[in-house]
């Protein structure tokens, strides 16, 4: 199960940390990913991470401004986000895969938490 927690509403420029809570004994067993999706648009990736946390990844959109970290110690993975504007307003989810080749798509991923939602105003 994951539940992810830190959404709210900010301005622009500002700044948020998303936390994913994993529960269960198997969490560094798999890469983590943060994907937002916004209404009436498809379900986008925004940042991952491998197993121990030693290769990153990133949208081009976030690339810079968000950074995505784990604690395999507390099964749970961040993402900080900095400089944050409006576009990236969206309901942020994080999701678990085994499948690191495919760490950038939705489709790869096993597990995903609810969501929470980030509002950015301009």
């Known amino acids: 199960q994951l539940v992810e927690s830190g959404g709210g509403l900010v301005q622009a420029g500002g700044s948020l940390r998303l936390s994913c809570a994993a529960s269960g004994r198997t969490f560094s067993r798999y890469a983590m990913g943060w994907f937002r999706q916004a209404p009436g648009k498809e379900r986008e990736f925004v940042a991952a991470?491998?197993?121990?946390?030693?290769?990153?990844y990133y949208a081009d959109s976030v690339k810079g401004r968000f950074t995505i970290s784990r604690d395999n110690a507390k099964n749970t993975v961040y993402l900080q986000m900095n400089s944050l504007k409006p576009e990236d307003t969206a309901l942020y989810y994080c999701?678990?895969?085994?499948?690191?080749?495919?760490?950038?798509?939705?489709?790869?991923?096993?597990?995903w938490g609810q969501g929470t939602q980030v509002t950015v105003s301009s």
């Open positions: 991470l491998t197993r121990s946390g030693g290769s990153t």
């Open positions: 999701g678990a895969t085994m499948n690191t080749l495919l760490i950038r798509s939705p489709r790869a991923y096993d597990y």
